[in-house]
Structure formats: C-alpha cells, structure tokens
C-alpha cells in the first residue's frame, strides 16, 4: 500500500474531530444537534514504526506502525472556505493488525482544540480504506458528552478533505 493512500485515509481520520467555532456553517437545535461543515487542510504527516523511525513511503504497514497529521480547518468546503482557519486538529492511528492490504485494522484517536474545549473520538477502523464515516465520542468543555459521526471525503490527489460534521451534546 502507498504512503500516500495510507496519509490520506488518516488525514480522513481526523476529520473525526472537527468541531469549529461561530465560523463554521452551523444549524442547532433545542437539543443541541450541530452540523457544521470544514475544509482540512494537511499540515504535516508521519509515517513511523514503534521505535520512532521513519517509515519508507511505498512500504507495507506493519503492526505497531503508526501514522500522525497535523490539520488546519476551515469553515467551508475546498472550493469555498475561510481565509483563516477556525480549528486545528492532530490525529494518529496505530496499526493493530494487517489481515491484507485491504484490510488493516487500526486504533484511532483524534482531537481538536477550539478555545479551551476539545472534540475526541477514539475508535477501531480499516486504515486501508478512506474513513469516510468515523465516530464522535466525546469532547471537554462545551463539546462534553458530544456524540455523532464526520463524514469526510477526499480532495483531489491530496491528503486534503471536505468534512460534514453532525453531533449532539
């Protein structure tokens, strides 16, 4: 599998956990349902095995590999965004199995920081393919209790995606 598709379904990843401030399209409910909607803009990737050493770009994963970015948000989609962003996101997933090269198990865990609040998710997904669905799990702050999915879907030949996000909390 190539560095590049492997980069790209966790840059997908942390589109998990996307959440913006006023900026962001948003639509809000007495229960407190959100959807907003974000450009993710990849500032930085790795590629490692456990003891920390870089990973060749066209190599297969192992177990205990891992893969980390770095992301700046948006408000918006790729073709309509702000000009600053409104949230920063890290995200990293460990490979915990290589079934085939289509199927790799991986234990993901993202956050994002917007004021003094985070948005988390923590959960199991096939890094081989492009996370296009991934869980809200949690938050701090006023993101506390959130529960609810990012959709995501890649940008062009880049580590770049649009995000919908929808939770309650």
Same mark, same amino acid.
């Given at each position: ?28 409910? #007495?229960?407190? /349902? ?6 993710? /803009? ?7 095995? #456990? ?41 990293? %997933? ?10 790799? #198990? !991986?234990? %993901? ?25 991934? #869980?809200?799990?949690? !938050? ?5 209790? =959130?529960?609810?999915?990012? /959709?995501?879907?890649?940008?062009? /030949?880049?580590?770049?995606?649009? =995000? ?6």
């Amino acid at each position: 599998m190539r560095r590049h598709r492997l980069l790209a379904a966790v840059l997908t990843a942390a589109a998990l956990a996307a959440i913006g401030t006023g900026a962001a399209t948003s639509s809000a409910s #007495p229960s407190h /349902k959100t959807t907003l909607k974000y450009y993710f /803009k990849s500032i930085g990737e790795e590629f490692k095995s #456990p003891s920390g050493a870089n990973v060749s770009g066209n190599a297969a994963p192992a177990v205990g590999d891992y893969f980390s970015q770095s992301i700046d948000a948006y408000s918006g989609t790729s073709k309509h965004h702000a000009r600053r962003q409104s949230a920063s996101a890290a995200i990293t %997933c460990v490979v915990i199995d290589v079934v085939s090269s289509s199927d790799i #198990p !991986g234990l %993901c865990q993202g956050e994002i920081a917007i004021g003094g609040s985070l948005l988390l998710s923590t959960s199991e997904q096939n890094i081989a393919n492009n996370l296009s669905n991934v #869980p809200i799990t949690g !938050g701090t702050g006023i993101y506390k209790h =959130a529960k609810g999915t990012v /959709k995501t879907k890649g940008v062009g /030949k880049t580590n770049n995606s649009n =995000a919908v996000i929808t939770f309650t909390r």
